[in-house]
Structure formats: C-alpha cells, structure tokens
C-alpha cells in the first residue's frame, strides 16, 4: 500500500508536547477563546468598507487590503494557538446577525487572509464553501457528507487551516468537537502498541469522485506519521473506508488495521480527551489539520428556511507553516513549506470561485 514497512518511521514513545492535552485541561477555554470587542468590529467594519470603495473583488483581497492593526495581536495569538500551543484557535463574538451575506463573506474572507491562503475545497473550486443541509445522504457514493444533518465522526480536512464561521446555529445537535491528535495517538500507544503502530501504515480512503489527475479514486494515507522528527496525522472516515472497498486494485486493509480504526474512534469519543463546543452565532474557529480532528453532532434544523444551520468554511494553506511528512502528499497534493499546500485538485477542478448563495450544493 504505497510505504513499505521497512520505511516507516515511528514514534520510539509518546509525542507529548503542547498539542497532547485533554479536554478536562482546556475545557473552560479561557487560554484559547478571544472575544472581540466593539473597537475590533469598528475595525472589521472599516476593513470592509474599503474593499468596497477600491472596487475589489472578493477573491482579490488580500491582508494589506484588510488592514486591522487593532485586531491584528488577537488574530496572532489565534495563530500561534494553532500552531504552536493547542491546534486550534477561537474568536467570538462577531456580529453577524447585521450582515448580510455578501458582507459576512467578506468580513471573514479579510480576516481569514491574516492566517493563509485560501485553497479550494470542492471539485467545483469553492473558496469559500456553505456548511448547511442540501439533502445529500449517506450512500451517495458520489458526495462527501459536509451538506447534510448526519453525525461527521472525527476527521481531518486536507489543508494547513480549516475555518468555520457559524451563521446560525441548529434548533438541536450540532455540537462541535475537537480531538488532539497527538494525545489519541499517545493514548493509543500507552493501550496497544501494536494497534498504534499498524495505523502507521497506509488505510484506504474514497475520494468520493475528486480524483487528482494521474492518482487512484482512493488515498492510501496513514493515520499517524513521523517524518525527520516531525509528527502530523491524517483522520480518515470510516464511511469512506468502507466505500474504498469498492475498488477491486485498493490492497485490503488488514484485520490489525480495522481493529486500530475501532480503538481510534473509541479514544477520540472519550470525553476526557473530546473536547465538545455549542459554537454560537459569530463564532469563528480555525483547526491546524496536522494536528486535531474535528466532528460534527448529527442535528435537526429548525422548520423555518431562513433558520437553518449554516456555518462558513474555508480551507487555507500556510506557505510558512510547520514541515509536514511527505506521506500527507496523497491528499494534499503538495506540503513542502514556501508551496501552496492542500486543497481539492481533481481533475476537471471548476475554477477557483467564491458562490455568495449558502444553498450552492458543493458535490453536484
């Protein structure tokens, strides 16, 4: 399956270090949540207010175009939260509600290009993609599950940072959790060694369809990886390992290597290690994919259209960011540091764009 044993590396003990903490350690957020206050949104506002008046197109802004001195320290201790203390960083308190849609891309457009840049995330090239139920379902063999109401187990997506921005929240479920991948590995390790170790080595996941031009309608990607010292995972669903199965050329995952995937799911539901988040209207989260996981709660919308659940999401890429094992290649493509790292890249990718429209399907 692509690595041959002989040349993996791994971990001689647990990784430990600032990423490896627990739920019950974080859990209150005051090391991690930054609350934006009324000279932030002035200066959010005022960012906006001058895309418009240069006549700049969404995708055209860039971070001198969205100057935010005032907010600017708080987005980098986001950024050093990502990247160097837990994988993941907070903002809240966004005004949302005043905005309409056009603006609320906008704003978090601006402030999504303090951290990164934007990489597309769907084979129909959204830069900018809406996180609300369009009617896909399980089975769809052709669709990942993002657009629907189902519980989405924790996973990784394939780039440096995900962000989402929530809109409106679900009348019930929908809950948020973030897992350290270090600690689920270390964890791992201290209870099978063995489990640990097979999922070192390769397992099959779907690409649902986003096939990079010269690769297999499946990634062989390990779960775990250590490259030069350098640790980073890889959180594959089990969905789409199932569905990988449908390939008769994809090498069978082994018995160890199922077994490794149920411990795996039965350590990131912990709730000592499971952090959970009722992510409020005007939150913003960003994730260090290398690094955590993150689910989704199964949820029920509200009955009125207007109310239903809707979250922004963007994929960005960090030219500067942490080396990355090689191994992740199968599925970002590119991940040498100075390069633009992750992103969908099927063949036949629609152009880079941005649909204002949250009800713009992302898999048809």
Same mark, same amino acid.
């Given at each position: +399956?692509?690595?041959?044993?002989?040349?993996?590396?791994?971990?001689?003990?647990?990784?430990?270090?600032?990423?490896?903490?627990?739920?019950?350690?974080?859990?209150?957020? @005051?090391?991690?949540?930054?609350?934006?206050?009324?000279?932030? !949104?002035?200066?959010?506002?005022?960012?906006?207010?001058?895309?418009?008046?240069?006549?700049?197109?969404?995708?055209?802004?860039?971070?001198?175009?969205?100057?935010?001195?005032?907010?600017?320290?708080?987005?980098?201790?986001?950024?050093?939260?990502? /990247?160097?203390?837990?994988?993941?960083?907070?903002?809240?308190?966004?005004? /949302? #509600?005043?905005?309409?849609?056009?603006?609320?891309?906008?704003?978090?457009?601006?402030?999504?290009? $303090?951290? =990164?840049?934007?990489?597309?995330?769907?084979?129909?090239?959204?830069?900018?993609?809406?996180?609300?139920?369009?009617?896909?379902?399980?089975?769809?063999?052709?669709?990942?599950?993002?657009?629907?109401?189902?519980?989405?187990?924790? $996973?990784?997506?394939?780039?440096?940072?995900?962000?989402? +921005?929530?809109?409106?929240?679900? +009348?019930?479920?929908?809950?948020?959790?973030?897992?350290? @991948?270090?600690? /689920?590995? #270390?964890?791992m390790l201290r209870r099978d060694p063995?489990?640990?170790?097979?999922?070192?080595?390769?397992?099959?996941?779907d690409r649902r369809g986003e096939i990079?031009?010269? *690769?297999?309608?499946? %990634?062989?990607?390990?779960?775990?990886?250590?490259?030069?010292? &350098?640790? %980073?995972?890889? =959180?594959?669903? #089990?969905?789409? *390992?199932?569905?990988?199965?449908?390939?008769?050329? %994809? /090498?069978? *995952?082994?018995?160890?290597?199922?077994?490794? !995937?149920?411990?795996?799911?039965?350590?990131?539901?912990?709730?000592?290690? %499971?952090?959970?988040?009722?992510?409020?209207?005007?939150?913003?989260?960003?994730?260090?994919?290398?690094?955590?996981? &993150?689910?989704?709660?199964?949820?029920?919308?509200?009955?009125?259209?207007?109310?239903?659940? &809707?979250?922004?999401?963007?994929?960005?890429? +960090?030219?500067?960011?942490?080396?990355?094992?090689?191994?992740?290649?199968?599925?970002?493509?590119?991940?040498?540091?100075?390069?633009?790292?992750?992103?969908? $890249?099927?063949?036949?990718?629609?152009?880079?764009?941005?649909?204002?429209?949250?009800?713009?399907?992302a898999f048809r």
């Amino acid at each position: +399956m692509g690595i041959q044993p002989e040349a993996i590396e791994y971990s001689d003990g647990p990784i430990g270090g600032e990423f490896a903490w627990r739920s019950e350690e974080i859990r209150d957020g @005051a090391e991690w949540i930054h609350e934006v206050d009324d000279g932030d !949104i002035a200066e959010i506002e005022a960012a906006v207010a001058a895309t418009r008046a240069a006549g700049l197109d969404i995708m055209a802004i860039t971070a001198k175009d969205f100057p935010l001195p005032r907010l600017s320290a708080k987005l980098a201790e986001l950024r050093k939260d990502c /990247v160097e203390r837990f994988g993941f960083g907070f903002l809240r308190g966004l005004p /949302v #509600d005043r905005y309409d849609n056009e603006t609320l891309i906008r704003l978090y457009w601006g402030l999504s290009r $303090h951290l =990164g840049d934007p990489v597309p995330q769907n084979r129909n090239g959204h830069l900018i993609g809406h996180v609300i139920d369009v009617g896909d379902r399980p089975g769809d063999l052709g669709r990942r599950l993002t657009q629907s109401t189902v519980e989405l187990q924790c $996973h990784s997506d394939s780039c440096d940072l995900l962000g989402l +921005m929530c809109i409106q929240p679900a +009348m019930q479920g929908g809950e948020s959790t973030i897992v350290s @991948a270090v600690t /689920v590995h #270390d964890e791992m390790l201290r209870r099978d060694p063995e489990l640990c170790h097979a999922l070192y080595q390769p397992v099959n996941e779907d690409r649902r369809g986003e096939i990079p031009e010269g *690769m297999k309608p499946w %990634a062989a990607i390990p779960v775990f990886m250590m490259q030069d010292g &350098h640790f %980073a995972s890889y =959180g594959p669903l #089990d969905e789409y *390992m199932e569905s990988a199965r449908r390939y008769p050329d %994809a /090498v069978p *995952m082994s018995e160890t290597q199922w077994a490794a !995937i149920r411990l795996f799911r039965e350590i990131c539901n912990d709730p000592d290690i %499971a952090l959970r988040i009722a992510m409020q209207a005007g939150d913003l989260v960003y994730l260090h994919n290398p690094v955590v996981y &993150h689910a989704r709660e199964e949820y029920r919308d509200w009955p009125e259209e207007n109310r239903k659940r &809707h979250l922004m999401r963007i994929w960005l890429s +960090m030219s500067d960011g942490p080396q990355l094992p090689e191994a992740l290649a199968e599925k970002w493509i590119k991940v040498e540091r100075g390069a633009e790292r992750g992103g969908v $890249h099927s063949a036949g990718r629609k152009a880079p764009n941005v649909p204002l429209d949250p009800a713009t399907p992302a898999f048809r």
